[in-house]
């Protein structure tokens, strides 16, 4: 749109510019030679300092400029890059070391606990020989307990019933008879008393 | 004579006139304008590279922009064989570019709405090349008219028709900036006019044109000093690194 009103008033000035061609005796003033020699020389000179200046104080310096904070962004980034390989190494060894001490502490642990478990053993050993060995004794020491008693209460039972029976009836039994009864009947009801 | 759209372009004595031989040297509102294109560049450039701090200040980034996007075109267009030649494009962008925009203020003359002053710039541009070419390539250069995989038949044709562009390349690239740059401030005057002859009532179109047009011609303002430029590389390419 904008275009094309661009071009059509273009047309238009061209007939505008006909018609003051026409009207004036100069038209366009730039085929006017006058003072071709003059702008021809002034842009020689202005043109030329311009380039010279440019070209041999202002654009060497730009270029430095640009150069050097390129470089100092590269230096920059290469000693950024330095510092993180450095900590990325100092990490790995972190980690080492911890897995390393890991690894002590846990073998520490496991020979403790073996030591610990042997001398665990040795001292059940040794207790369980001790206690076997006073079980044996006790037993030892029931059994003839046991035989002194069965004997004891034999005695007691044929004395008792002696007294007993020279009290019932007045007169003296003969121990022997009575002897023999609780022999017997020990003999028979012994299975349930003493559990032999 | 404010009326005229073409009494812009007229240019005048100031001071007094300059002779060296026959030739009139005077000093004019053309070269006013040159010597403020040109002050403005190397005042505009000089601050810009005056510090060298790591965050740029405006005008530092605006020259180091401008110094690296003029650098990216020719190395774009031209190689890197093109770089010796890198302050003479820059130079010859920036003034176009300057003096194009200094012609967008109001009352301002534009020194490159002169076909002299472009058709010089394109002569020594041409001419320049054509040496180049000459140097690097001896008469080799020559072969830049012959292109490779032409019928032999056709080839008379071509030959002409290369030799005939190859010469039209001062004058266009000199009157297609002239012409632009002519065309437009011209169109800017007559809707200007159209702006006072319609009035309060009728003015208002015109108005909104001029300042659509006005944005157009900023836009086509660096544009055709852009084109100058590339062109200038395109042509140089051709003397470097020789294609055909």
Redo the contacts between chains.
Sequence with gaps: M?KK??FQ??F??FF??KE?FAA?S???????P???????????L??G???L???K???P??????E??KS?ILENIEAAEKQREDSDAKLKEYDEIISNSKLEANSILNLAREKAMKDIGAKRKVLDKQIDNEIAEAEKEIDILRKNALDKINKIAIETSSDLLQKLIGTEVNNSSISAIVDDLSKKKGDKYYGN | MAANPMSQFDVYRIGPEIKIGAFDISFTNASLFMILSSLSILLVFNLGSKKNSILPNKLQLLAELSYSFVSKMISDTAGSKAKPYFAFIFSLFMFVLFCNMFGMIPYTFTVTSHIIVTFMLAAFIFIGVTIIGFIKHGFGYLKLFVPSGVPAILLPLIVVIEIISYLSRPISLSVRLFANMMAGHTMMKVFGGFVISLGVVGGWLPLSFSVALTGLEILVAFLQAYVFAILTCIYLNDALNLHH
């Design positions: 904008v009103i661009y008033s273009i238009l000035s505008f510019i003051t004036e100069g038209g366009m003033p730039q085929l006017n006058e003072f071709w020699v003059s702008q021809i020389f002034w842009l020689t202005t043109f300092i311009m380039y200046i440019l070209s104080l202002i654009l310096k730009i270029s430095n400029n640009l050097s904070r100092q």
